[in-house]
Each structure stands twice: as C-alpha cells, then as structure tokens.
C-alpha cells in the first residue's frame, strides 16, 4: 500500500526566509504527486501537482516542488516565504485511479 | 460555478448515536470522495462513488458507510459514535473516478464533535 511520509510536523520561520518541506512516498511504480495546502479557516486547496514530464513543478503563489523518483521524494519549495504562507500543507500521492493518500501534513507559521 | 457544499457545517452528537453528512459536488462532477481529517491521523481516506456505485473504500469500520444519489449527491453515515469519530469530515468531487488530470475539488467539511 501506498503510504507518504511528512517529517516535519510544525515549521516556523521569519517573513522573506526559504521554505522547504519534506514528502517521502513509498511506491515503486508510476505515481501522480500533489501538494494541497489549507489556510486556517478554509478549504483545501491545491497549490501544485506532478503527472509526468519536467519533475520541477511550478504551482500557485510562487511554490514549486521537485520530483526525485530515485529518492522517492516530492519536497515543496518557496525562496520568500510570508505571512499569509501561514497554513498547513499536506503532500498526497496517487496512481492510476487509486484514491489520493495523503500525509499527515506540515504545520507552516511564519513570523513577521 | 458554484463549489462543493457540505451540511451540515458543524455538529455536535453524544456516543451511540448515528450521523447523516451531506455533499454536493460540483455541477457536471460524478465523482466524491470521503475523507476524515484527525489532528493526529491528518486526511485518511473513506470511501469514493462515481455514478451510485462505491468504486474505493478505505481502511474503516464498517459503522461507516454511505450513499449516492442519481443527481451525484452524496451521503455518509456514521452508526454508533466513538469519541473517536470527532473529526473533520471532507467531501471532494470530480469529473470522473480517480485523481489524474480531473484533480480533486474539496469542500469546507462538516466538523462532527461526539461528546
């Protein structure tokens, strides 16, 4: 079974510093990848998702991620973060027309 | 277009007692899932029905269960309540079954309390 790992629980950082969190899925086949994020107080939303192709994606509000199919991982990047980042972030991953699984997610708090 | 919407928003129930969530998804979207959203579990997987047939089921009792109706509304119902089943349950719907190219569109959830 498919399974993702999000090592970081709860992350704080100061305004304009660079954001990167960890997303580690198990599963040796073909998979589709996605970040969604959840701002307090409303719905999940998708902020970017990999299918195939260029494994750099580049999502909504400046947030990218990479794709290292030999690692095994998704991690999503910002180079500046700010205040209104603050939110969590869930990293999910599916194959085929599998159900989405996601992790337990990243709690962001950024500092003015 | 008008998003997922889910009833009610917020509930409060005591332990043994059942419960009925409603979705309705997106116009055009045949597809919803259920998720349970836990501080400790994050987003776990319920169940997932595309034109009134359950297609996936997750990995839950089976006091859960649920339903879906010729205009793609969906139902789920949770008999006898653990404190265990307070949660945020997501809806999410899509064109079709599975999450490739028609991404999930998820709703504001219903935040069941069980006292």
Redesign the interface.
């Known amino acids: 079974a498919q399974s993702v790992s999000q090592h970081n629980h709860h992350v704080i950082l100061s305004e304009a510093a660079s954001l990167e969190l960890g997303c580690n899925y198990s599963y040796g086949g073909t998979v ?1 990848l ?1 970040w ?1 994020v959840q701002y307090p107080g ?5 902020l970017l ?1 990999y ?1 195939s192709g260029d494994p750099l994606v580049k999502g909504i509000k400046g947030f990218e991620a990479e794709f290292i199919k030999s690692k095994f991982s998704f991690n999503l990047r910002k180079p500046s973060v700010q205040w209104s980042d603050t939110a969590e972030y ?1 990293c ?1 991953v ?1 194959s ?10 990243t709690r962001l708090s950024v500092i003015a | 277009k008008a998003g997922v919407t889910q009833t009610p928003r917020y509930l409060i129930k005591t332990r043994g007692q059942q419960v009925t969530l409603s979705c309705s998804p997106i116009s055009g979207h045949r597809s919803v899932s259920w998720y349970q959203q836990t501080p400790g579990q994050g987003l776990q997987f319920l169940f997932e029905y595309f034109s009134e047939t359950q297609r996936n089921k997750g990995n839950f009792p089976g006091r859960f269960s649920g339903r879906q109706f010729s205009n793609s509304r969906s139902e789920m119902n949770v008999s006898t309540l653990e404190l265990g089943d307070s949660a945020l349950y997501l809806c999410a719907s899509s064109p079709f079954p599975g999450v490739g190219i028609d991404t999930q569109y998820f709703g504001p959830g219903t935040r069941l309390t069980v006292l």
């Open positions: 589709n996605f969604y409303q719905h999940l939303q998708l998702k299918f869930f999910a599916n085929g027309n599998t159900p989405l699984v996601f992790g337990k997610g």
